[in-house]
């Protein structure tokens, strides 16, 4: 018997980390990532709204079916801490990427959302296959990701490090 409650808070937790993480976003498009060049595969902006919607409903119900699923607190446990750094290592890639603005930071970042992924979807697998196969959505989205953080941090280079000089002089200003 499915309880909706449960669902729904596990559902609204993962929506929730997306709609914060989302002000960063929010910010930076009008001002700095319209103005990054990117390669020709860039998705339209209006597509990436209602993706990470879905993904993350679909994280939620992952993590909802792992735990109907799990034959005790301790089988879960592993799955769970992947699952909870996957969801706190997404919302650092939006906030290194768009609030802290540094591509390659979150290029590197992103490695480590990937693999925390992976890891979830191994530890699921076991206890609810379904709940994996829920996250495969996801991880393939989030490689996208990574291949599109790459290109525009190739194609936008010069103008990391010129940002990357200017806060490093802030600093050095502050520091006096």
């Keep these: 018997m499915i309880d909706w409650l449960v669902l729904l808070m596990f559902i609204a937790l ?12 929010i910010k930076a498009i009008p001002y700095w990532y319209k103005n990054l060049k990117k390669p020709k595969f860039n998705p339209p902006g209006w597509v990436f709204g209602p993706a ?3 993904l993350y409903g679909l994280m939620g119900l992952s993590l909802y079916l792992a735990f109907e699923n799990a034959p005790n607190q301790a089988g879960i446990l ?7 750094l996957q969801l706190a290592l997404n919302y650092f ?3 290194i ?4 603005k540094n591509i ?3 290029l590197y970042e992103i490695i480590f959302l990937w693999i925390a992924i992976a890891a979830t979807i191994i530890f699921f697998f076991p206890i609810s296959p379904l709940a994996a196969y829920l996250l495969l959505p996801y991880i393939a989205w989030v490689s996208f990701a990574a291949l599109l953080n790459q290109k525009i941090y ?3 280079i010069t ?3 010129k940002n990357s000089k200017k806060k490093s002089k802030k600093k050095a200003e502050k520091s006096k």
């Design 14 to 25: 993962c929506e929730v980390v997306g709609a914060v993480s989302s002000v960063f976003t």
């Design 52 to 54: 990470w919607t879905l």
């Design 78 to 84: 592993p799955g769970v801490i992947a699952f909870t």
């Design 93 to 95: 890639w939006t906030y």
């Design 97 to 100: 990427f768009f609030g802290r």
């Design 104 to 106: 390659k930071a979150a």
């Design 154 to 156: 190739e194609l936008n």
């Design 159 to 161: 103008k990391e490090k």
